[in-house]
């Protein structure tokens, strides 16, 4: 249904995140998200339309939540950050698939699913699946230092692999960088990874 609404408005919407990468590794995952190129405030208007009701919490990050028969639906607008510090960001709406992928940490988050079937895969994230890898998309340092989150993140989906294959190096930058993490992201939030771990 959403994805309906979306394109009868001649709006780009693909599925993305953590259900294409649970389905290339055949786990269940019943959280479906989306990526759109429009600004959240079309999303909303679209929604509104067909009086699906919405929460708007994530909305300074792109981020509109879709509520149908109780279940959460993702819509995110694709999006750039700029001048990352930490776990906080500035954004800018953007029309470009790729600027959107640019953002994301790990090559296998930024897989995208056309919903003709197409894949879009810029940072070969499919084979860091199958090698059973965990790779930051760019220069590992640099992509630590925009959210220190990503260094729970990234030992959290090392449990998704059973013969896991680490790239070297990375182990000695994200010790350097954990004591960060008490810095720039809450007791909660932390706490959440951890549990989800």
Known sequence: EIIELFQKEKIDIRFVGGCIRDAFLANKNSDIDFAVNCNP??????????????????????????????????????????????????????????????RRDFT????????SGELVDYFNGRQDINLETVKFIGEIQKRIKEDYLRILRFYSFLGLFK???????????????????????????????????
């Open 41 to 102: 405030d079309i999303s909303i208007r679209i929604l509104t339309k067909k009086n699906i009701k919405f929460l708007e919490y994530g909305k300074e990050y792109g981020t509109i939540t879709a509520v149908i028969e109780k279940k959460n639906f993702e819509i995110t607008s694709l999006r750039e950050d700029y001048n990352p510090l930490g776990r906080y960001t500035e954004v800018k709406f953007t029309n470009d698939w790729y600027k959107d992928a640019l």
């Open 108 to 115: 296998f988050n930024a897989i995208s699913l056309k919903p």
């Open 163 to 197: 013969n896991i294959n680490l790239i070297e190096g990375y182990d000695e930058i994200l010790e350097k960088n954990i004591s960060q993490l008490r810095l720039y992201v809450s007791n909660d939030r932390i706490r959440k990874e951890l549990l989800r771990m």
